[in-house]
């Protein structure tokens, strides 16, 4: 499913020259040495349009671990055989695109990038300046083998955008992050917002809440296009407590949070709740995949401190997780700041168990404003111990709930019509180009 933000889409980019249908420049344009190589660029590209073809996409991810984003990443690919994807480093999202039938092209001198925080400081960041210039350069030549240049990620698209515009490849910039307060300083945000309104022909965001905060950051409104997260769960038809035997996991009230442990992802709220409610267990899934490890620590200190290590079951990074979510009585998703969307949000609606979320970016719409699940304000483990309380206490009483969360997820967040929305709008977006 897609929602256009606004209808009037235009995809010029102050670093494309304005050109003709022919692709020649416009009158009074000047015309530099680039130029008459930009007129073959257009020819070539308007060449492989006529003849029907797919678009030759360069896919571009910074990171090579596996979390939200590069499983949508994954997901999306599969119509893609073929195409190419850039990579910064090596790992599991190779590995899947190459499984995908995708060539792989890794950044030589990229590894690393995905260390670099968000909130690093110039200082901090000018030793790996070098890095990426020659990371940009490696993009445009791999640009040029390519109809059109999707960034799957924030630093994918800093890097990307201006080597891909240089040599007049359009950009997409699928934007899983909220660009707010929360989540980047200011100047982030402005550099972000502007690069993109210069840059992007198309920003695919997954939520309303995402889109919004876009354009509070300063991104053009007409560039952008929701296309909710889609994907498939393969249910496991044993009871939940087949399951629990199984996988080794205790009898008697049992919840669980599967996010990677990050302090936004407030797993140390679910840890004061359950010092409110007596018997409950929860079982926490993740690991700290981008450096939180003192997070991580921190959490099992805290847990210990309240006396709950017996109550507190850290599992790490598993890759099992549908059958988890069907074995324990609620999945809580505590983020404590606004999500930008959540793809566990969406795999406890696909397996049928009761969802405790955070009312914080995007759970509220995909959990249909609480009707797909109960929404409990962010960092107030009284209210989440409350929320948990009344579930133990009466769990028939969601039995609705979960039923209609379980529909509306089969309905409007399938893979399916993720894949076609997005293979859509990369179809658009080289056409306009
Ligand atoms: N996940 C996983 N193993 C774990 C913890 C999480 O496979 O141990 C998966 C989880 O099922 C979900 C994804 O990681 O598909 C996390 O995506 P989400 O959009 O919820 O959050 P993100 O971590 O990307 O912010
Ligand atoms: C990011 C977001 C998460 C979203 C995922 C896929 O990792 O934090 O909310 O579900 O990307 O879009």
């Not at 210039?133 to 990620?153: E, F, H, K, P, T």
Request: proline share 6%; with cysteine.
């Amino acid at each position: 499913m897609t929602q256009v933000l606004s209808a009037n889409r235009n995809a010029s980019c102050a670093a494309a020259p304005p050109q003709d249908e022919a692709g020649v420049a416009a009158p009074g344009q000047e015309r530099g040495p680039g130029a008459s190589r930009l007129a073959t660029r257009q020819q070539d590209r308007s060449a492989i349009r006529a003849d029907g073809h797919r678009p030759r996409v360069l896919f571009v991810s910074h990171t090579g671990t596996m979390s939200g984003a590069e499983l949508v990443l994954r997901d999306a690919v599969r119509p893609w055989p073929g195409a190419t994807a850039y990579l910064f480093e090596d790992g599991n999202l190779a590995e899947a695109l190459r499984d995908a039938g995708l060539t792989i092209r890794l950044a030589r001198r990229g590894t690393g990038l995905s260390g670099l925080r968000r909130d690093a400081s110039v200082l901090r960041a000018l030793p790996v300046l070098g890095q990426l210039a020659g990371l940009a350069l490696d993009i445009a030549r791999a640009a040029r083998g390519s109809d059109i240049v999707y960034a799957n990620s924030q630093k994918a698209f800093l890097l990307a955008a201006l080597p891909a515009r240089l040599v007049g490849r359009p950009v997409i910039w699928h934007l899983h992050d909220i660009l707010d307060s929360a989540h980047f300083g200011r100047i982030q945000r402005i550099v972000q917002a502007r690069l993109a309104n210069l840059c992007a022909a198309t920003i695919i965001v997954p939520s309303r809440a995402a889109a919004e905060a876009f354009v509070a950051a300063g991104g053009r409104p007409t560039r952008v296009t929701i296309v909710p997260n889609g994907l498939d769960l393969e249910l496991d038809p044993k009871s939940p407590a087949a399951l629990r035997a199984e996988l080794g996991l205790p009898a008697g009230p049992l919840v669980g949070v599967f996010s990677r442990l990050a302090p936004w992802k407030g797993q140390d709220v679910v840890i004061d709740a359950l010092a409110e409610v007596p018997n409950l267990r929860c079982i926490v899934v993740g690991s700290a995949l981008f450096g939180e490890d003192a997070y991580a620590a921190e959490l099992r200190a805290r847990a210990a401190a309240r006396g709950l290590s017996d109550r507190v079951l850290f599992l790490g990074q598993r890759s099992d997780v549908p059958r988890l979510m069907q074995a324990v009585d609620a999945v809580v998703h505590p983020s404590v700041d606004p999500e930008p969307f959540g793809r566990t949000l969406v795999e406890a609606m696909l397996a049928g168990v009761p969802v405790i979320a955070t009312d914080a970016g995007a759970s509220s719409e995909i959990l249909d404003g609480g009707a797909a699940g109960t929404l409990v304000p962010p960092r107030r483990p009284d209210r989440l111990a409350v929320a948990l309380a009344e579930l133990l206490a009466d769990p028939d009483a969601f039995a609705a709930r979960t039923h209609h969360a379980r529909d509306r997820a089969l309905t409007l967040y399938g893979a399916a019509g993720m894949q076609a929305a997005l293979a859509k709008l990369i179809h658009e977006t080289a056409a306009r180009a």
